[in-house]
């Protein structure tokens, strides 16, 4: 099951220790334990980034970027946040000096909660999309895209079609269809088997059906009647 979010860094109990307001975080307190980014049930991290963990936050950053992972960043006011790196991190909160530090961070994860879930999907879509564009003239498997979004098969399926309104396999044969309507278009000299190939079908008869069932028309008769 997919957690919203984790919280590494400096242990939540040792930011609270002065507060006694007590609030629910709504997330796991991992503390200086990021081995849990690498987990695909999580999908964005709460890191709460002092003087003491910084070596740590430059680690977490760099897992979460290599993973497609966001990052939410929270600091005490006085903390020069320019010193870090960036890559990872969706979200920027500084907690002001003089103020309940629990009821800055309950109202500051309200907030949090459906932009950094927005924000993580976005990512993640962006490079599917990147990665379909750069191999689609080859076969193309869900589970080895599942696995670049850091997802297990099943739970990409339902991401997928609940952000895409449609299944993987139907928006790659969307996209590859789409991609020979251009080349048919654009190279009206170039054989129908060659276009299936570079479109990623080694099956002009497969590619044939495919392209006919999205467009009510075989390639041949798009170029003849569509393309002038």
């Known amino acids: 099951m997919e957690q919203r979010h984790v919280w590494v860094g400096l242990p939540l109990k040792l930011v609270l220790q002065d507060d006694t307001y007590?609030?629910?975080?709504?997330?796991?307190?991992?503390?200086?334990d990021i081995s849990v980014l690498t987990s695909p049930q999580v999908q964005s991290a709460i890191f709460f980034l002092s003087e003491e963990v910084e070596e740590l936050y430059e680690l977490a950053n760099k897992i979460c970027s290599n993973l497609g992972k966001s990052l939410i960043v929270i600091t005490n006011d006085s903390y020069d946040t320019s010193k870090c790196s960036k890559h990872s991190v969706s979200q920027f909160v500084k907690l002001k000096a003089g103020k309940s530090t629990a009821q800055q961070l309950a109202s500051a994860l309200v907030e949090i909660s459906p932009k950094a879930s927005s924000s993580n999907a976005i990512n993640r879509l962006s490079k599917i999309d990147v990665f379909i564009d750069k191999n689609i003239n080859r076969d193309i498997r869900e589970e080895e895209v599942a696995s670049l979004a850091n997802f297990s098969t099943t739970y990409f399926s339902k991401f997928f079609r609940k952000h895409k309104k449609i299944s993987f396999q139907d928006y790659l044969s969307n996209k590859r269809v789409e991609l020979s309507k251009q080349l048919l278009a654009s190279h009206p000299s170039e054989k129908v088997s060659s276009i299936a190939f570079q479109v990623g079908y080694s099956d002009v008869s497969y590619f044939n059906r495919v392209f006919k069932k999205h467009t009510s028309l075989t390639p041949t008769e798009y170029r003849q009647n569509v393309v002038r």
Do not use: E, L, S
């Not at 007590?22 to 200086?32: P, T």
């Open 22 to 32: 007590q609030f629910n975080a709504g997330c796991h307190d991992h503390g200086r």
